[in-house]
């Protein structure tokens, strides 16, 4: 399922994050999370087609929180502060399927629809990558390529991050 999260201050004390989340096909979830005491709440619930209407499962409040803490964490960082991620859970067993991937879903996006692209599979990050250089070497310099991975200990999980800022 293809989703875009957009995240911004909603305070000057930078405690209060606004989520926007959307779920291309299904709706939009839109919430703000209070940093200091984890608290998430969900606003608002676009749906495109009436019969999509379910009630805020703790799954979304989870995966919101988890948005914005991983957004204040990387706001504190060396990224870009405007990027527009695209973030996925696709992985691959093999480089060859990474870079099918990379090559025809995933470069055609970065550069025009997204800034970045975040993933747990290094495979896909490399290969895209190796795509966004190569796109740069054939058609000409438009942007530089960024790559770095950061580990979340506390989830235990390993993202691989991927973006370009134009020329």
């Known amino acids: 399922m293809d989703r875009l999260m957009r995240c911004r201050w909603a305070d000057d004390n930078h405690k209060i994050v606004h989520v926007t989340e959307t779920i291309y096909g299904v709706g939009t979830i839109t919430a703000t999370v209070n940093l200091h005491n984890k608290a998430v709440t969900i606003v608002d619930r676009e749906f495109v087609h009436p019969s999509n209407k379910v009630v805020p499962e703790v799954s979304d409040r989870n995966r919101i929180l988890q948005v914005a803490q ?98």
Do not use: C
Request: no cysteine; net charge negative; proline share 2%.
């Open 70 to 167: 991983s957004w204040e964490r990387r706001q504190n960082s060396f990224y870009p502060k405007d990027v527009r991620w695209h973030e996925d859970s696709m992985k691959f067993e093999t480089y060859r399927e990474s870079w099918e991937w990379a090559s025809s879903v995933v470069s055609g996006k970065i550069g025009h629809t997204y800034d970045g692209y975040r993933t747990e599979d290094e495979k896909i990050a490399s290969s895209l990558v190796y795509e966004l250089t190569r796109r740069n070497t054939f058609q000409g310099p438009t942007f530089h390529v960024f790559a770095h991975n950061e580990y979340d200990e506390a989830e235990q999980e390993h993202w691989y991050m991927v973006w370009v800022e134009r020329i």
